[in-house]
């Protein structure tokens, strides 16, 4: 069973007069042991669905899901004690900019000792128990790579390099032994030998703990490196997702397509120099959404169907939401997985001529 | 090719009291010497706090160098216009770098008013120029910081370098902060202009994917100093250094990855 099963959830946000879906219909799963990649740019609302998990966004945004549950209890049923319970020990989030999200009033040792679930520390004398405290918070950065434990248990945020906090954050994170850690861009801005290192360190607690890790991020090559499945958003959107493999050989949406194109190191053929191919504008914001496929605007191969929201279709474990994919299956023959194709319209597989694709799509 | 720019010893020292009694905290920088020809791009590399940042801002004339000399080279036949700076610089987080309570308009006005001796109908004309030129509409004129998207902001930040008409440009990470669309429309937009222009390009960067596709030579620091400098294939394909043997390998550890994988 899935650890953590995300089906539909949608993010209402009630505006003046209307109302936006900040989420529409995002939709996976995170299996025991498996590292997810949530692959987004800032405003396809990878935070947001961080968010709606944890529980912490503002009260007045509704979250409405045909299934968010972990290990089956439906986490928007419970209430406010028991989600925190699972949050607490659970499910572990290391956030975006840890510079930014620990106290910087408070050094680092102090932040990391109370992090410590109280049920880990067993002594029974005050004075026991803090050096045990202590034990514990040496034992989890060691654990994390750190080896000069006293010098940033003594420090304050602001004098700790990025890499460091990064790993603090983490080793806070893993404090109470949870069974997922969402790490929300946690390679953002990281020179290459660091960016390495940690996800080296995320590699390693993987395999030796059995750690679900839903790495949220837009670091193609990085993602590349650890991941087993990629779910792609765009614009609050499920575009794609499916295995790393698969989803890097056949992109069967354009705008998955336009991501891995945006990264050189992947075109070994890439004439330096030579301009990159890149998708037109920019990601809209949440107040100006276009309707239908919202990469619409900017797709390439749009078309007038797309304004209509393109249901999800799934071949072989790929699922992608695209009314005209990429790389497409030859037409007429039909694949077995997916009772619509070649039965609605099989003009849409033969894009040859504009002119006919027109006419079929108007119908 | 001609030479446009001529670094050489170039130093700076910066020491900060920590407290009373405890010796004073000291970075050295440099002594960097290196050359630059018109229309090159040389990329800086290294790891945090090796000075990349510093670097470059004592080449666009922020900081003032304890000594050495950037000597910029005219070309003689060309006649150098009354408003031209040859250095500008773009720097890291191009949103929180422009004035938020002035319109893009004002701002590459200021720039314009402060630098040379146009007058206004030359300056509106000037302005119109750039804003096409790095792809923006004559309408973001009147646009705020705020109501620009990243990419039409790291657009407006290259107006402003470019509109004192620079021939060489320094960016610090210019592309760290974007997203992957957005930061392959600024790499075409950079090379297109350099392309048209003849700019040259420093900049400083952490993905040496992008590092190999846009430069032409390649310098890399540590502590303050340069310790390997070279063509960039060279450099990447054969790092002399350890630190840019860690650099690169640990990038290309990444790329095999991905290249076993498809």
């Given at each position: 069973?899935?650890?953590?099963?995300i089906?539909?959830?949608t993010?209402?946000?009630?505006?003046p007069?209307?109302?936006?879906?900040?989420l529409?219909?995002?939709?996976?799963?995170?299996?025991e042991?498996?590292?997810?990649?949530?692959?987004?740019?800032?405003g396809s609302?990878?935070?947001?669905?961080?968010k709606?998990?944890i529980?912490a966004?503002?009260?007045?945004?509704r979250?409405?899901?045909?299934?968010l549950?972990y290990?089956g209890?439906?986490?928007?049923?419970?209430?406010?004690?028991?989600?925190?319970?699972?949050?607490?020990?659970e499910i572990a989030?290391?956030?975006?900019?840890?510079?930014?999200?620990?106290?910087?009033?408070?050094?680092?040792?102090?932040?990391i000792?109370?992090s410590?679930?109280d049920e880990?520390?067993?002594?029974?004398?005050f004075?026991?128990?803090n050096k045990?405290r202590?034990?514990?918070a040496?034992?989890?950065?060691h654990?994390v790579?750190?080896r000069?434990?006293?010098?940033?248990?003594?420090?304050y945020?602001?004098?700790?390099?990025?890499?460091?906090s990064q790993?603090?954050m983490?080793?806070m994170?893993?404090a109470?032994?949870?069974r997922?850690l969402?790490?929300?861009?946690?390679t953002?801005g990281?020179?290459?030998?660091?960016?390495?290192q940690?996800?080296?360190?995320?590699?390693?607690l993987?395999k030796?703990k059995?750690?679900?890790i839903l790495?949220v991020?837009h670091?193609?090559?990085?993602?590349?490196t650890?991941?087993?499945?990629i779910?792609?958003?765009y614009?609050?959107?499920?575009v794609?997702?499916g295995?790393?493999k698969s989803?890097?050989?056949?992109p069967l949406?354009?705008y998955t397509?336009?991501l891995?194109?945006s990264?050189?190191?992947f075109?070994?053929a890439?004439?330096t120099?030579s301009?990159?191919?890149?998708?037109?504008?920019?990601?809209?914001?949440?107040q100006?959404?276009?309707?239908g496929?919202?990469?619409g605007?900017?797709c390439?191969?749009?078309?007038?169907?797309?304004?209509?929201?393109?249901?999800?279709?799934s071949i072989q474990?790929?699922?992608?939401?695209?009314h005209?994919?990429?790389?497409?299956?030859?037409?007429?023959?039909?694949?077995?997985?997916?009772?619509?194709?070649?039965e609605?319209?099989?003009?849409?597989?033969n894009?040859i001529n504009p002119?006919?694709?027109?006419?079929?799509a108007?119908d | 090719?001609?030479?446009?720019l001529?670094?050489k010893?170039?130093?700076?020292?910066?020491s900060?009291?920590?407290?009373?009694f405890?010796?004073?905290?000291t970075?050295?920088?440099?002594?960097?010497s290196?050359?630059?020809?018109?229309g090159?791009?040389?990329?800086?590399?290294g790891?945090n706090g090796?000075?990349?940042?510093l670097?470059?801002?004592?080449?666009?004339?922020a900081?003032?160098?304890?000594s050495?000399?950037?000597?910029?080279i005219?070309d003689?036949?060309s006649?150098?216009?009354s408003h031209?700076?040859p250095?500008r610089?773009i720097?890291q987080?191009?949103?929180?770098?422009?004035?938020?309570a002035?319109s893009l308009?004002?701002?590459?006005h200021?720039?314009?008013?402060?630098?040379?001796?146009?007058?206004e109908?030359?300056?509106q004309?000037k302005?119109k120029?750039?804003?096409?030129?790095?792809?923006?509409?004559?309408d973001?004129y009147?646009y705020?910081?705020?109501?620009?998207?990243?990419?039409q902001?790291q657009?407006?930040?290259?107006?402003?370098a470019?509109?004192?008409?620079p021939?060489?440009?320094?960016a610090?990470?210019p592309?760290?902060?974007?997203?992957?669309?957005?930061?392959?429309?600024t790499?075409?937009?950079?090379?297109?202009?350099?392309?048209e222009l003849g700019l040259?390009?420093?900049f400083?960067s952490?993905n040496?994917?992008?590092?190999r596709?846009?430069?032409?030579r390649v310098l890399v620091m540590?502590?303050?100093?340069?310790i390997?400098?070279?063509?960039?294939e060279e450099v990447?394909a054969?790092p002399?250094?350890v630190?840019?043997?860690?650099l690169?390998?640990?990038?290309?550890?990444?790329?095999?990855?991905?290249?076993?994988?498809?």
């Open positions: 069973m899935a650890l953590l099963d089906k539909n959830l993010l209402y946000l009630d505006g007069g209307e109302t936006i879906k900040a529409e219909k995002v939709t996976f799963t995170l299996q042991g498996e590292i997810k990649a949530l692959v987004g740019e800032s609302g990878k935070t947001l669905v961080v709606a998990i529980g966004l503002p009260e007045h945004w979250v409405k899901a045909d299934r549950t290990k209890q439906d986490l928007l049923k419970m209430n406010y004690e028991q989600r925190r319970q699972i949050m607490r020990r989030v290391v956030f975006q900019e840890p510079t930014s999200s620990l106290d910087p009033s408070v050094k680092l040792g102090e932040q000792q109370e410590i679930p880990f520390v067993t002594k029974k004398w004075w026991e128990r045990q202590k034990e514990i040496t034992g989890l950065l654990k790579g750190i000069e434990h006293d010098r940033w248990m003594n420090s945020p602001y004098q700790l390099p990025a890499d460091v790993k603090i983490i080793a994170a893993l109470s032994e949870p997922i969402i790490a929300d861009d946690s953002r990281m020179e290459s030998t660091t960016k390495t940690v996800l080296k360190l995320l590699l390693k993987n030796t059995n750690l679900s790495f991020s670091d193609l090559l990085a993602i590349t650890i991941a087993d499945t779910t792609v958003l614009c609050g959107q499920t794609e997702s295995k790393v989803l890097l050989k056949r949406h354009p397509k336009a891995l194109d990264v050189p190191s075109q070994s890439l004439k120099k301009p990159l191919t890149a998708l037109s504008g920019t990601i809209p914001s949440l100006h959404l276009p309707a496929c919202r990469l605007p900017r390439p191969n749009a078309r007038k169907k797309c304004v209509q929201v393109p249901i999800m279709r474990g790929h699922n992608y939401s695209c005209y994919p990429l790389h497409l299956p030859k037409a007429g023959k039909k694949d077995p997985t997916d009772d619509k194709f070649g609605q319209d099989p003009i849409k597989f894009l002119a006919l694709e027109e006419d079929s108007d | 090719m001609t030479k446009i001529c670094v010893d170039l130093s700076y020292t910066n900060r009291k920590t407290g009373l405890s010796a004073p905290r970075f050295v920088l440099g002594p960097i290196f050359d630059m020809v018109k090159e791009t040389i990329a800086i590399i790891n090796a000075g990349k940042s670097t470059a801002k004592v080449l666009a004339g900081i003032r160098p304890s050495g000399s950037i000597t910029f005219t003689e036949t006649q150098q216009s031209s700076h250095i610089m720097l987080h191009s949103s929180s770098a422009m004035n938020p002035l308009g004002s701002v590459l200021n720039t314009l008013k402060l630098n040379t001796r146009l007058d109908a030359q300056r004309e302005i120029e750039t804003l096409k030129l790095v792809g923006l509409l004559r973001h009147y705020y910081s705020h109501m620009m998207s990243d990419g902001q657009r407006a930040a290259l107006a402003r470019l509109i004192l008409d021939k060489i440009i320094v610090d990470e592309f760290a902060a974007l997203d992957p669309s957005v930061r392959s429309q790499v075409n937009l950079i090379l297109k202009l350099q392309h040259g390009f420093v400083i952490h040496i994917g992008i590092v596709h846009i430069s032409d540590d502590k303050g100093q340069i390997e400098a070279g063509r960039t990447l054969d002399k250094e630190l840019t043997q860690k690169v390998q640990s990038h290309f550890s990444l790329v095999e990855r991905h290249a076993s994988l498809v």
